[in-house]
C-alpha cells in the first residue's frame, strides 16, 4: 500500500503517461504500471436501434479511464450492472475492448499477440466472486494449484510444484494436509482463499478483485479483506478492488472510483472522498453506509435515489444520472450537457463528473 498521497498534479501524470507512450519501456517510479484511457465495450443486444439499420447496443463500459501505480489499490464500486466487472475483464482482455487504450508495464496491451498476452496473463490475475464456479470440483487443491504450475512451466519438477502447492496453501492461510482435499470440503472463505492462492501461482503483479467477498458472510469477509492486504504487504501486489459496496473497500483503497453507467462519476484519494464525498451519486452511495464519523453525511442524512439503475441500452441524454439526481442545482442543463471528469479545486486530486461542482478546467480524465 502506498497511502493515500496520490495527489500528483493532473499534469505531471499525462506527462508519464506520455512517456509511457513514447518509450514502451516502463519505470516504475515514473509511470504508472497500468494506464487505461477511454476505455469502452459495448455488447450488441437483440432488438432494434434507436437508428435504422443499426442494432441496440449495451454500453457497458463508456470511456473510463484512470491510472494504476505499482503497489496500490484502486476501489472500483457502483450498483451493479454499471459495468465494473466488463471494466476489469476488457483490461486483462478476457473480453475484447470495444476501444480505447491500455497500457501495462508501459505496453499497449491491445496491440498485444499471443505469445506477449500468455506473459500478461501471468503477470495479471482476476480473483472471482464466486471462488466455487472457477475451480474445478474433480481436481484436489494440490493436483489444481501443481496443474497450474506445470502448464506455466514454474517450479521444476513434480517435487519442486508439490511443495510450491504447500506453500502456497501456506501463504492463504490454509494447511499443507488441505492439498489432499476437494474444493467442496472447504467453507467459502476457504474457497476464496483457494482462488487467491491460484491466482498468486503464477506470481503475478497485479490481480483484479472482482468482488472477492460480496459472495462471504460479514464476519468472512474482513477475514478474506486482510488476507489480501497481507499479501499486498509481503509481495508488492497492486490491485484493482472491485466491489458494489462502498464499506468493503474503504479500507484496503488507497483511491476509489465511482462508476454510474459504464463511467466513472467519482475518483479520488479514499480518504478524501470518504471524508467529503462530491458527486450526488457517491454521496447518496456514502450516505446509506454507516459511519461511525458521519463526516459529510452528518449534513445531508440518508440520500434515499429514486427509481432503478437506467438502462444502459438506452442512457439518459445529457449527465447519465440527472434522472435520479437529488441535488438541488439540477437543471435543465443536466440533461443537455455530459459532464466530463474534472478535477475540483479543492488540491486533493479528485476528479468529479458533474456540471454543478466547482471544478477546474483542467481536461486531464
Ligand atoms: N456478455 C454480455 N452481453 C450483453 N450484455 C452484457 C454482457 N456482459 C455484461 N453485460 C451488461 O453490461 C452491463 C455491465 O455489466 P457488468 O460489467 O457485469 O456490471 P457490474 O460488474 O458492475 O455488475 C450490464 O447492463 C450487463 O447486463
Ligand atoms: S450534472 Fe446535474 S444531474 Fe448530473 S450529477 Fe451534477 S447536478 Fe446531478
Ligand atoms: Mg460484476
Not at 502506498?2 to 513514447?22: D, F, H, Y
Not at 450488441?44 to 494504476?68: I, Y
Not at 447519465?320 to 475540483?344: G, K, M, N, Q, Y
Request: aromatic residues 4%; charged residues 25%.
Amino acid at each position: 500500500m502506498t497511502g493515500g498521497a496520490r495527489g500528483e498534479g493532473a499534469r505531471e501524470e499525462v506527462a508519464r503517461t506520455e512517456g509511457v507512450r513514447a518509450e514502451g519501456a516502463w519505470d516504475p517510479g515514473r509511470t504508472p504500471l497500468l494506464s487505461v484511457r477511454d476505455l469502452t465495450r459495448y455488447f450488441p443486444v437483440k432488438g432494434k436501434g434507436l437508428l435504422p439499420g443499426r442494432r441496440a447496443q449495451v454500453k457497458a463500459v463508456d470511456g473510463v479511464s484512470f491510472d494504476l501505480h505499482a503497489g496500490e489499490t484502486l476501489g472500483l464500486v457502483g450498483e451493479s450492472g454499471c459495468g465494473k466487472s466488463t471494466t476489469g475483464r476488457a483490461i486483462l482482455r478476457l473480453l475484447e475492448p470495444t476501444s480505447g487504450e491500455i497500457h501495462f508495464k508501459g505496453k499497449d496491451v491491445r496491440a498485444m499477440g499471443e505469445r506477449e498476452l500468455r506473459t500478461l496473463r501471468r503477470q495479471a490475475q482476476i480473483v472471482f466472486q464466486d471462488p466455487f464456479s472457477s475451480l474445478n470440483p474433480r481436481l484436489t487443491v494440490g493436483d489444481m494449484l501443481t496443474e497450474v504450475l506445470k502448464v506455466h512451466g514454474l517450479h521444476g519438477d513434480a517435487p519442486g510444484r508439490r511443495k510450491r502447492a504447500r506453500e502456497l496453501l501456506d501463504l492463504v492461510g490454509l494447511l499443507p494436509e488441505h492439498a489432499d482435499r476437494y474444493p467442496h470440503e472447504f467453507s467459502g472463505g476457504q474457497r476464496q482463499r483457494l482462488g487467491i492462492a491460484r491466482a498468486l501461482s503464477v506470481e503475478p503483479e497485479f490481480i483484479v478483485c472482482d468482488e472477492p467477498v460480496s459472495a462471504l458472510d460479514v464476519s468472512v469477509q474482513a477475514q478474506v479483506v486482510n488476507l489480501l492486504k497481507d499479501l499486498q504487504a509481503e509481495l508488492g501486489l497492486t490491485y484493482l478492488f472491485i466491489a458494489h459496496d462502498l464499506a468493503v473497500v474503504e479500507h484496503v483503497s488507497d483511491r476509489v472510483a465511482v462508476m454510474y453507467l459504464g463511467r466513472i462519476v467519482e475518483i479520488g484519494p479514499a480518504e478524501v472522498l470518504y471524508r467529503d464525498p462530491r458527486h450526488p451519486y457517491t454521496r447518496a452511495l456514502l450516505s446509506a453506509v454507516p459511519r461511525p464519523d458521519p463526516g459529510r453525511r452528518g449534513e445531508t442524512g440518508r440520500i434515499v435515489l429514486e427509481g432503478d439503475v437506467p438502462s444502459p441500452v438506452d442512457p439518459p441524454s445529457g449527465c447519465p444520472f440527472h434522472p435520479r439526481c437529488w441535488h438541488p442545482d439540477r437543471d435543465a442543463s443536466c440533461s443537455r450537457i455530459v459532464p466530463t471528469l474534472e478535477t475540483t479545486l479543492d488540491g486533493t486530486g479528485r476528479r468529479v463528473a458533474c456540471t454543478k461542482v466547482a471544478t477546474s478546467s483542467d481536461p486531464h480524465p
